[in-house]
């Protein structure tokens, strides 16, 4: 079935509940939208899409925070039958025009935080752009764009006529982060279908739950994770910020039984548990039944500590890519918590393996990469034939992540393959490190990069962020790190904020660029 047909049908059978909540604690907003009503303003996008001339297989950029009209939006362009380009809303305005060069879109939809950057290149835009969407407040509205309500204005709120197949193209997610030049996953309507089932398998929402939502829409994470609500008409809440009280207060006046987090949202919420800035006792948490966790590598002493504040609640991981259409191919899976720090095994309808440089499969406890396959396994990149046969090959997404398997068949990460430290001949994984360093009960953040070294090539460097007021010294950290086997150990230790991008993930090019220093022989 058609993830647009799921919305249908949600239309059909929960038509005056609640579909989507939107809280921005920042202005204490609160507004929220039917089943009935998310269906139509699709249909009423979808149709004035192809009343201004958007054909099936034309693209349209989606350049939008977070917000109520984000998800309808989305699936207005995949009913017109184009293809949605979600943009990341870090990308500066050269990135937005280095993802349109590739995909050449038709229609750019944007809101109000984006119309400088677009002013900047919109005279490179205007070579393929022929529709400028403006979706916010009416008065701030461009002269180059059309308002959102007066595009929609008057059109049909009912479904398309339309023709789209499973194996047709739905849409394009841009691989790169906020720097360099971007990759355009390709995703069929099959792809974004399987992740509804995928994730309902796995965290098995029935219609009662409540999904809180934190992170971008534009990242296949946090929407694929929404979908195994989506696929069962459940309610979701778009909380705009994650600061810990706000989403306890959002757990609690909701009632959000299901909450995903990044690792820095999570600490920060036992942070504030430790510290004793938060009363908990004032928040209704009883029936937040699972929280999990995925985007980056997961420290186990984090979940153990969880597992103390939260004793009832479910745990999981989940291991995914943008060309595995998110999140799910592999997880640790409920029930799991003796393998925590593992990301589990194959999930639903996938399969994984662990093969070496000549792609033949290693044996439990031998490095290697991690292959995966299943119906999630993206078309391709965009226009990118090179890229695509590097990473297809027989089926297989080849992940350039490092894994290992154990006897039991949990697979564990070692580290992406252009991140391990290569030290005097040694391999160090920075992963390793990072969760040694996050036991120590003063550090909030720890990121652990490869920095030249003219006799050893490379040199373990260590960057940590310690908690609010708390101190170390360099020789402290050294002394902590004794624990480690000698070629582990960080050579040089820094001080400092860890940058993480939207999805949590550290911006390890930034600190290499900020601190890859070739130090003397």
Same mark, same amino acid.
């Given at each position: 079935m058609l993830i647009t047909e799921i919305l249908s049908r949600n239309g059909r059978m929960y038509a005056d509940e609640i579909a989507l909540i939107e809280r921005d604690p920042e202005i204490n907003s609160r507004r929220e939208i039917s089943w009935r009503v998310f269906d139509q303003e699709a249909n009423r996008f979808a149709n004035a899409l192809i009343a201004c001339g958007v054909r099936k297989g034309d693209r349209v950029l989606h350049l939008m925070m977070n917000s109520l009209e984000w998800l309808p939006c989305y699936f207005g362009v995949l009913r017109s039958g184009a293809i949605v380009a979600p943009l990341n809303f870090r990308f500066e305005s050269e990135i937005i025009q280095a993802s349109n060069d590739i995909v050449e879109a038709r229609v750019l939809l944007f809101g109000p935080e984006f119309i400088e950057r677009i002013c900047e290149v919109k005279a490179a835009l205007d070579r393929t752009i022929e529709h400028y969407i403006y979706i916010g407040p009416e008065r701030l509205c461009p002269d180059f764009a059309v308002d959102y309500a007066c595009f929609v204005d008057g059109e049909d709120s009912g479904s398309p006529q339309l023709a789209i197949d499973l194996m047709d193209d739905a849409a394009l997610y841009f691989t790169s982060g906020t720097t360099g030049l971007p990759k355009a996953v390709s995703l069929t309507h099959r792809n974004l279908e399987h992740a509804c089932y995928v994730e309902n398998q796995h965290h098995r929402q029935t219609h009662e739950d409540n999904f809180l939502c934190i992170p971008p829409l534009y990242h296949t994470g946090a929407k694929m994770h929404w979908f195994g609500n989506f696929l069962v008409g459940a309610k979701a809440v778009l909380l705009k910020g994650a600061r810990p009280d706000w989403v306890l207060k959002a757990v609690s006046e909701e009632q959000a039984t299901i909450v995903w987090l990044l690792v820095p949202w999570a600490h920060d919420i036992l942070i504030a548990w430790e510290n004793g800035d938060i009363d908990f006792g004032r928040y209704k948490l009883d029936q937040w039944r699972l929280m999990h966790i995925g985007a980056q590598p997961v420290p186990p002493n984090l979940i153990k500590a969880w597992r103390k504040l939260f004793p009832h609640h479910e745990y999981d991981t989940n291991y995914g890519l943008t060309e595995s259409t998110g999140p799910g191919c592999l997880h640790l899976g409920l029930g799991n918590t003796h393998k925590i720090g593992s990301i589990g095994k194959p999930g639903f309808d996938w399969e994984a393996c662990i093969v070496d440089d000549s792609n033949c499969q290693l044996p439990p406890g031998e490095p290697g990469e991690l292959i995966v396959k299943g119906p999630g396994v993206m078309r391709g990149y965009y226009r990118n034939p090179e890229a695509t046969r590097e990473a297809l090959r027989d089926g297989w997404l080849h992940t350039g992540d490092i894994?290992? &398997? /154990? &006897?039991? +068949?949990? @697979?564990?990460?070692?580290? %992406? $393959? $252009? /991140? *391990? @430290?290569? &030290?005097?001949?040694?391999? =160090?994984?920075?992963?390793?490190?990072? !969760?040694?360093?996050?036991?120590?009960? !003063?550090?909030?953040?720890?990121? =652990?990069? +490869?920095?030249? /070294?003219? %006799?050893?090539?490379?040199? =373990? &460097?260590?960057? @940590?962020? *310690?908690?609010? +007021?708390c101190d170390m010294t360099d020789e402290e950290a050294t002394v902590f790190a004794q624990r480690l086997p000698k070629y582990k150990r960080p050579r040089c230790i820094h001080f400092d904020l860890i940058p993480r991008n939207a999805t949590g993930k550290i911006e390890k090019p930034k600190l290499r660029e900020r601190y890859g220093v070739l130090l003397p022989a």
């Open positions: 894994a290992m &398997t /154990d &006897t039991e +068949g949990f @697979i564990w990460l070692v580290d %992406r $393959k $252009k /991140d *391990l @430290i290569i &030290t005097g001949g040694e391999n =160090v994984s920075p992963v390793e490190v990072e !969760h040694f360093f996050m036991e120590h009960p !003063h550090i909030q953040d720890v990121a =652990v990069i +490869g920095t030249p /070294d003219q %006799r050893l090539g490379e040199i =373990v &460097t260590a960057i @940590i962020q *310690l908690k609010p +007021g």
